[in-house]
């Protein structure tokens, strides 16, 4: 069992960053694979970025250009996503969720564990 819990979100400008993290529960988060998605109003839930067990492969929606980037530190549980350059197009629930067989990817459905949610809202 795996609980997640994001922080960092709040209210900011266009052009600003933010750095997003999810500390997790349990004494085996170093064996999961870890993900990022985020749910825009009105929109359906979206892939952001991914990270295996090991930090040793990342995955990011092609839409980003770049300006996201997933970190782990497995010795202190947490996923981090830092992202620069902000847009208001990027206002969203940012989750974070853990997958047991450790890869991370695309699909929510491999995912096993999910956090509440932390909004990032931009203003142009």
């Known amino acids: 069992q795996v609980q997640l819990v994001e922080s960092g979100g709040g209210l900011v400008q266009a052009g600003d960053s933010l750095r997003l993290s999810c500390a997790a529960s349990g004494r085996t988060f170093s064996r999961y694979g870890m993900g990022w998605f985020r749910q825009a109003p009105g929109k359906e839930r979206e892939f952001v970025a991914a990270i295996s067990w090991s930090g040793g492969k990342r995955y990011y929606a092609d839409s980003l250009n770049s300006r996201f980037t997933i970190s782990r530190d497995n010795g202190k549980n947490t996923v981090y996503l830092q992202m620069n350059s902000l847009k208001p197009e990027d206002t969203a629930v940012y989750y974070c969720?853990?997958?047991?067989?450790?890869?991370?990817?695309?699909?929510?459905?491999?995912?096993?564990?999910w956090g509440q949610g932390t909004q990032v809202t931009v203003s142009s």
């Open positions: 969720a853990a997958d047991y067989n450790g890869s991370g990817g695309y699909r929510q459905d491999e995912y096993d564990y």
